[in-house]
């Protein structure tokens, strides 16, 4: 009846997490809390960055096993490098995309990890694509992941409008993040933001005392 | 279930459930994974529920009323095994009702309560039952009581239960605020339900709404094409 993610009974380190990736009028916004926990009982680390840069205007975000997320990461870094240079143009979004889901469903035996990836490309602009546990590709307008995700779904839903402005959606996203944070106890410390436009990359954190509070806070 | 069963007894032990003509849902218990909610407000309260009963993955009730009155202004939203809760629920009324007899005036939310609390406490390793218990009373006004499985008990503003709870904390930690209107309790209940009935697949159906206050109960059903949609993406 009551639902366990997947995430909590993932072996060693798990980034019990919280992370959100959404497209605005022109860009999009991918973010996450920055807890890394052992088993839900420890918290090893309060301020470790989710947000993973794989190319000039590519990013990730990982869940699950944090092992696994990193060395599926470091293998679809060089891919994606190395497509890129064959290529000789910046590689697409769904290109990184892709090769996530590869190892991820050539692996899924041995792995345990998800990823959110979100980019800008000239070809189809802003984009958001999500490569769940076994291995599915989907492209969607705005996602989440993690084991924090589950309480923030009716807002998600509720709150994200298509061709929002950006100040719009970094507000969407900063709050679903400190909504996701107050109510998971695997996901907290500060709000990691990254803005990827046309023009450029930007990176925005929110320390845990300047998060949006609820009324019962 | 156990009704069907026992009427065809020989059908149901010589063929394994994992045989393609006995489905799984045949032995499953018949449970209300759900979405309740309950609200205060000043002067009463208001109380939802979706309307979807599964044993398994099969949809045994898509119309059910979860909302039972356990005494004139005072209501139970139910979540957990069906069976559980009814029996708990008849219980309760019992005791409620000859309690309020004895004193000869309405009884308290927090008596009503506190009567679920214990049932649920001392039966804790055989029932699985999340309740809501909700009402009006002379004292207190509209008041809204928790009783999870386990059987702890806590007053709340606003709460909620069930399977599909989960997905709309963000947004009723977003949009609850002290101070609402009644129509306002009503807009928000119906607004969450929609929200959970379409992420979790436990609830759906109806919505059925009851607002509680000194005046009375009043009782409204918002169909499945009526209710507020969000899924644009």
Same mark, same amino acid.
């Given at each position: 009846?009551?639902?366990?993610?997947?995430?909590?009974?993932?072996? /060693?380190?798990?980034?019990?997490?919280?992370?959100?990736?959404?497209?605005?009028? /022109?860009?999009?916004?991918?973010?996450?809390?920055?807890?890394?926990?052992?088993?839900?009982?420890?918290?090893?680390?309060?301020?470790?960055?989710?947000?993973?840069?794989?190319?000039?205007?590519?990013?990730?975000?990982?869940?699950?096993?944090?092992?696994?997320?990193?060395?599926?990461?470091?293998?679809?870094?060089?891919?994606?490098?190395?497509?890129?240079?064959?290529?000789?143009? =910046?590689?697409?979004?769904?290109?990184?995309?892709?090769?996530?889901?590869?190892?991820?469903?050539?692996?899924?035996?041995?792995?345990?990890?998800?990823?959110?990836?979100?980019?800008?490309?000239?070809?189809?602009?802003?984009?958001?694509?999500?490569?769940?546990?076994?291995?599915?590709?989907?492209?969607?307008?705005?996602?989440?992941?993690?084991? /924090?995700?589950?309480?923030?779904? /009716?807002?998600?839903?509720?709150?994200?409008?298509?061709?929002?402005?950006?100040?719009?959606?970094?507000?969407?996203?900063?709050?679903?993040?400190?909504?996701?944070?107050?109510?998971?106890?695997?996901?907290?410390?500060?709000?990691?933001?990254?803005?990827?436009?046309?023009?450029?990359?930007?990176?925005?954190?929110?320390?845990?005392?300047?998060? =949006?509070?609820?009324?019962?806070? | 279930?156990?009704?069907?069963?026992?009427?065809?007894?020989?059908?149901?032990?010589?063929?394994?459930?994992?045989?393609?003509?006995?489905?799984?849902?045949?032995?499953?218990?018949?449970?209300?994974?759900?979405?309740?909610?309950?609200?205060?407000?000043?002067?009463?309260?208001?109380?939802?529920?979706?309307?979807?009963?599964?044993?398994?993955? @099969?949809?045994?009730?898509?119309?059910?009323?979860?909302?039972?009155?356990?005494?004139?202004?005072?209501?139970?939203?139910?979540?957990?095994?069906?069976?559980?809760?009814?029996?708990?629920?008849?219980?309760?009324?019992?005791?409620?009702?000859?309690?309020?007899?004895?004193?000869?005036?309405?009884?308290?939310?927090?008596?009503?309560?506190?009567?679920?609390?214990?049932?649920? @406490?001392?039966?804790?390793?055989?029932?699985?039952?999340?309740?809501?218990?909700?009402?009006?009373?002379?004292?207190?006004?509209?008041?809204?009581?928790?009783?999870?499985?386990?059987?702890?008990?806590?007053?709340?503003?606003?709460?909620?239960?069930?399977?599909?709870?989960?997905?709309? @904390?963000?947004?009723?930690?977003?949009?609850?605020?002290?101070?609402?209107?009644?129509?306002?309790?009503?807009?928000?209940?119906?607004?969450?339900?929609?929200?959970?009935?379409?992420?979790?697949?436990?609830?759906?159906?109806?919505?059925?709404?009851?607002?509680?206050?000194?005046?009375?109960?009043?009782?409204?059903?918002?169909?499945?094409?009526?209710?507020?949609?969000?899924?644009?993406?």
């Amino acid at each position: 009846m009551e639902k366990r993610c997947m995430d909590s009974q993932v072996k /060693g380190v798990s980034t019990g997490t919280t992370i959100l990736a959404a497209i605005f009028d /022109g860009g999009v916004v991918i973010g996450s809390d920055s807890r890394a926990s052992i088993g839900g009982e420890y918290v090893s680390s309060k301020t470790i960055n989710k947000v993973i840069q794989v190319h000039d205007q590519i990013f990730c975000c990982m869940a699950g096993s944090l092992a696994d997320a990193q060395a599926v990461i470091k293998a679809a870094k060089f891919h994606l490098s190395f497509h890129s240079v064959q290529m000789e143009t =910046p590689p697409l979004v769904i290109a990184a995309a892709s090769v996530l889901k590869e190892l991820c469903y050539k692996n899924k035996d041995e792995l345990q990890a998800g990823f959110l990836t979100a980019g800008w490309d000239k070809k189809k602009g802003p984009q958001v694509y999500v490569v769940s546990l076994g291995g599915m590709l989907v492209s969607q307008p705005v996602t989440i992941g993690g084991s /924090g995700s589950t309480y923030i779904y /009716g807002y998600v839903d509720a709150k994200y409008k298509p061709n929002m402005s950006r100040e719009e959606c970094l507000q969407f996203a900063t709050n679903a993040l400190a909504l996701a944070m107050g109510r998971d106890n695997v996901s907290g410390g500060v709000a990691h933001l990254v803005v990827i436009t046309e023009t450029g990359v930007e990176h925005v954190v929110v320390p845990g005392n300047k998060l =949006p509070r609820f009324h019962d806070e | 279930m156990a009704a069907t069963l026992s009427m065809m007894p020989h059908f149901g032990q010589q063929i394994s459930s994992k045989n393609d003509l006995v489905p799984d849902w045949i032995g499953q218990e018949v449970s209300t994974g759900t979405t309740i909610m309950a609200v205060e407000y000043d002067g009463g309260v208001v109380i939802g529920a979706d309307s979807r009963t599964t044993t398994g993955a @099969y949809i045994a009730n898509r119309v059910t009323d979860k909302l039972t009155p356990i005494h004139d202004r005072i209501f139970c939203c139910r979540s957990g095994s069906a069976a559980d809760t009814q029996a708990i629920a008849d219980v309760v009324t019992y005791q409620l009702g000859f309690h309020s007899i004895e004193l000869d005036e309405p009884p308290l939310v927090e008596t009503a309560a506190n009567l679920f609390r214990a049932s649920c @406490y001392r039966y804790r390793e055989e029932l699985t039952a999340g309740i809501l218990v909700a009402g009006w009373d002379r004292r207190k006004g509209g008041q809204v009581y928790c009783v999870p499985i386990g059987g702890m008990l806590v007053r709340q503003p606003v709460s909620v239960g069930g399977s599909g709870s989960t997905y709309i @904390y963000g947004f009723m930690d977003s949009n609850y605020k002290p101070g609402l209107t009644k129509d306002q309790c009503l807009e928000l209940t119906a607004a969450a339900l929609s929200l959970a009935m379409e992420r979790d697949g436990s609830s759906g159906g109806v919505v059925r709404l009851a607002s509680i206050s000194e005046e009375g109960v009043e009782r409204r059903v918002i169909l499945g094409n009526q209710l507020p949609k969000f899924s644009t993406h």
